[in-house]
């Protein structure tokens, strides 16, 4: 396939380029940039994401942080995978959700896992909180992104550690271009537009477990009617200080019994 | 006077296996971390966690790496590494030649003469994990000379069906009991 043409509007690597693309169009310069974007040598690094997952909520309530998700992966707009656990436990204090692409998720995955396992090994007493892991998958994400390579996810870190005030919850996200916050609640891909406003609006301090699901749940429900990428199958999962517990995978129950939906050609001429 | 915990003897090498070192301490900790870094590298091609005859194969191979060149000084340490894996628990000891074998009991460092006697009393096949860890604790004491050595504390570290087939420290309770 050809490389998409150049156009004045997109960012180069160089004036260089610029002026050379400009100037002269010719097939080569267009690879040159296409190179020089990727890496320099020629190679092209992750341009589009292909197995996507879809949002991730999160919140902290009473006993610690509890996350939600689907358990689907699109590829493009098929609803590809339908039984994938995208809420995963890191060591003993914290959970990870991940949106976007799957097999960059399992990479990072497999980054923490060599983390926490030479963690473990140290057996000094001490293990890698929910703080720390966000600042190491913090500069991951961004140190990938300045590499013009990077891993297309939106990470939803949450979890409990015990410290100088006590048990202290803490949630943050990352995204592939390395922004990271923290914040009482978090909700990414379309859960960003949807949930969001939700979250704002209903969530309190020392929430229970029981409000925290129906406020999760009522989030998910949003994004399963509204998000055409969701399936109507979803895993709860929470971390307190006792541990972490990944639910098995449930259905919302969902009402389409509207008077609109009865009879839908009825105004229109000409539809079926 | 030493803080207690401070003098590290058993080393975690992977999930499932663990390292004991006796000699050089700081000969030990190469010997460690090189194991640590084999059994990692093998996860990551092969995908599962190292067999421990191979990682005893490879610590061995490089023990005895550095008896072949004279710029190079043979390790000042010999070490006993313990593991389980799909053919169950398995213990090797690695001398500073680079002589490796599989044994059913073994000991290392001063006292290693009179407490390989004491294990052949034992009737190993029999002994269950946690019979044993008590077993082990009072050939220890037993050996520790009262007269020549130094006071010491006792690191006692299992991989069993008990532990989950992880290598961890010995709960502390039963640590206690076995004292």
Redo the contacts between chains.
């Keep these: 396939a050809t490389p998409p043409s150049p156009a004045p509007a997109e960012p180069r690597s160089s004036s260089d380029e610029r002026n050379q693309s400009r100037i002269n169009p010719s097939r080569e310069s267009m690879d040159a940039s296409a190179a020089a974007a990727g890496g320099g040598d020629g190679t092209q690094r992750t341009l589009n994401p292909y197995v996507t997952g879809n949002s991730v909520i999160a919140m902290k309530y009473k006993d610690g942080v509890i996350m939600a998700c689907d358990t689907g992966a699109s590829y493009g707009s098929t609803l590809r995978y339908k039984s994938v656990e995208r809420i995963k436990e890191v060591g003993k204090h914290s959970l990870i959700g991940g949106s976007g692409e799957f097999s960059d998720f399992q990479e990072i995955l497999r980054y923490l896992d060599?983390l926490t396992?030479?963690d473990?090994?140290w057996?000094d007493g001490n293990s890698l909180g929910p703080k720390e892991i966000h600042a190491y998958l913090t500069r991951v994400m961004y140190n990938r992104r300045n590499k013009f390579d990077p891993l297309w996810n939106s990470l939803v870190l949450g979890g409990v550690k015990k410290g100088p005030k006590g048990d202290e919850k803490y949630l943050g996200m990352v995204n592939m271009i390395g922004t990271h916050f923290e914040e009482n609640h978090i909700a990414t891909g379309f859960g960003n537009h949807m949930a969001i406003p939700i979250l704002r609006g209903e969530w309190r301090e020392d929430m229970t477990f029981e409000e925290a699901v129906k406020l999760i749940e009522k989030c998910l429900l949003v994004l399963l009617y509204r998000d055409r990428s969701s399936i109507n199958k979803f895993q709860i999962a929470k971390i307190t200080t006792e541990g972490s517990t990944i639910y098995p995978p449930y259905a919302l129950k969902t009402n389409w019994g509207f008077a609109a939906f009865e009879n839908p050609s009825k105004g229109a001429v000409g539809t079926w | 006077m030493i803080l207690a915990g401070s003098n590290?003897r058993l080393?975690?090498?992977?999930?499932n296996s663990g390292l004991a070192v006796a000699g050089l301490a700081a000969d030990g900790r190469q010997i460690v971390s090189r194991a640590?870094s084999e059994a990692?590298n093998y996860e990551k091609v092969y995908g599962e966690p190292m067999p421990v005859k191979e990682l005893a194969d490879r610590v061995a191979s490089y023990v005895h790496l550095c008896t072949l060149y004279w710029w190079l000084r043979p390790f000042g340490c010999g070490v006993i590494l313990g593991g389980y894996d799909r053919d169950g628990p398995q213990l090797y000891m690695i001398e500073p030649s680079g002589l490796s074998y599989k044994y059913f009991g073994a000991a290392l460092g001063k006292g290693r003469q009179a407490a390989k006697t004491e294990i052949e009393k034992l009737k190993l096949s029999e002994l269950t994990c946690r019979e044993g860890i008590v077993e082990v604790a009072k050939i220890i004491y037993g050996v520790h000379d009262e007269a020549k050595d130094k006071s010491f504390e006792l690191e006692l570290s299992w991989v069993c069906e008990e532990s989950n087939r992880q290598h961890?420290?010995v709960p502390s309770d039963l640590l206690e009991q076995a004292k």
Excluded: G, P, Q
Aim: net charge positive; charged share 45%.
């Design positions: 060599e396992l030479n473990h090994m057996d | 590290r080393h975690s090498v992977h999930r640590k990692a961890e420290k």
